[in-house]
């Protein structure tokens, strides 16, 4: 696995002689520089309405101000843009077709994704977003060689920022944790803003691991500033950790109401049905997103939603295939030794 990525393989090396849909603290920066740049565009379509590059890349900021800012608004704002980007331009409109496959993924629509990805890329045959709407379609989408190739086109394409970390995230689902860190680490040499190079600190320092009063303090921060379901999940576990179970449901009960204003994740909603709501939502959760997509994510939560539903023989083989390519992710430990447990 990933003898196929020679130039990876040597920043690799040239890293270890010297030395992974998230929020950080230079977040609220980042929301003004794009609400700055939106309103620019907005501007601009008002002078020249039949702009389609303008209307594209108008789009795209949308769907990174939703990113950003939890606020679903931003979504059928970027597809509104979108759409009368193609209406002017339907043909060979690369740059919406990567704003349609980013705004596709962010709402987890992953197959739609991976077409508009397709198309971007024919598109646009040396654009490195239009693989990194694909790596991350694919990856989700349990294409796993798909997605191989598509990060091995990225990062020939621009060994940067985005590239490096869709290695370091590919890494480390395979179990290489050191080579994950070692991308990460290039990822930071790369980083030509502040908001960059924050991201990719806090991306080592959550594969390096967290003391519990460290996660504690770090996701409470966090949730602050932006409550995205996936730091809202993790401050709920921490505080449970610390012996705060009201405190912990309330960050889950929010994590839920978040995920239902962004238009649903059945994933993260299995998972915290399964452990803190009801087993038979878990899986019917599970079993949805398992339908729409066969990856080592969707695989860990079939897992655990069965098992909790006292049907550990079952959930065995979905969890066999959750840690096939080596992820070692401490939940989805949890989940397995929990499951082996009951089958002796």
């Not at 290039?186 to 190079?197: C, G, Y």
């Not at 320092?205 to 602050?224: F, H, I, N, P, S």
């Not at 500033?225 to 999940?233: D, F, G, H, I, N």
Request: neutral net charge; glycine residues 6%.
């Amino acid at each position: 696995m990933w003898k196929t990525i020679p130039l990876l393989a040597a920043l690799l090396a040239v890293a270890a002689c010297a030395s992974p849909q998230a929020a950080t603290p230079a977040a609220a920066t980042q929301t003004s520089s794009l609400q700055h740049n939106a309103e620019s565009l907005q501007a601009k379509l008002r002078r020249t309405p039949q702009d389609a590059a303008a209307w594209a890349q108008l789009g795209a900021t949308h769907v990174e101000l939703a990113r950003v800012t939890f606020d679903p608004q931003h979504y059928s704002r970027a597809e509104r843009a979108l759409t009368e980007s193609l209406r002017l331009k339907p043909e060979g409109n690369g740059e919406a077709f990567i704003g349609r496959g980013a705004l596709a993924n962010a709402r987890h629509d992953f197959a739609a994704a991976r077409d508009w990805g397709e198309r971007a890329a024919a598109a646009l045959p040396d654009s490195p977003a239009a693989q990194g709407v694909l790596v991350d379609a694919l990856t989700q989408l349990g294409d796993d060689a798909g997605a191989s190739v598509a990060l091995q086109r990225m990062l020939d394409l621009r060994p940067g920022v985005a590239s490096f970390t869709r290695a370091a995230y590919h890494f480390e689902l395979h179990g290489r944790l050191d080579d994950a860190r070692g991308a990460l680490e290039r990822a930071l040499e790369s980083a030509s803003s502040p908001e960059e190079a924050e991201f990719c600190r806090f991306q080592l320092d959550e594969l390096k691991g967290r003391t519990d009063e460290e996660a504690l303090e770090t996701y409470r921060g966090l949730v602050a500033k932006a409550p995205s379901p996936e730091y809202l999940v993790k401050y709920g576990r921490a505080l449970e950790k610390a012996r705060r179970p009201q405190e912990a449901r309330a960050q889950y009960d929010l994590a839920l109401r978040q995920l239902r204003a962004l238009g649903g994740d059945d994933l993260t909603a299995a998972l915290i049905a399964a452990d803190h709501g009801d087993p038979a939502e878990a899986l019917r959760f599970a079993e949805k997103e398992w339908a729409k997509r066969q990856s080592v994510f969707t695989a860990d939560a079939m897992a655990w939603a069965l098992h909790v539903n006292k049907r550990s023989a079952e959930a065995l083989p979905y969890s066999d295939r959750a840690v096939a390519f080596g992820w070692r992710d401490p939940e989805v430990l949890r989940h397995r030794a929990a499951i082996l447990g009951s089958l002796r």
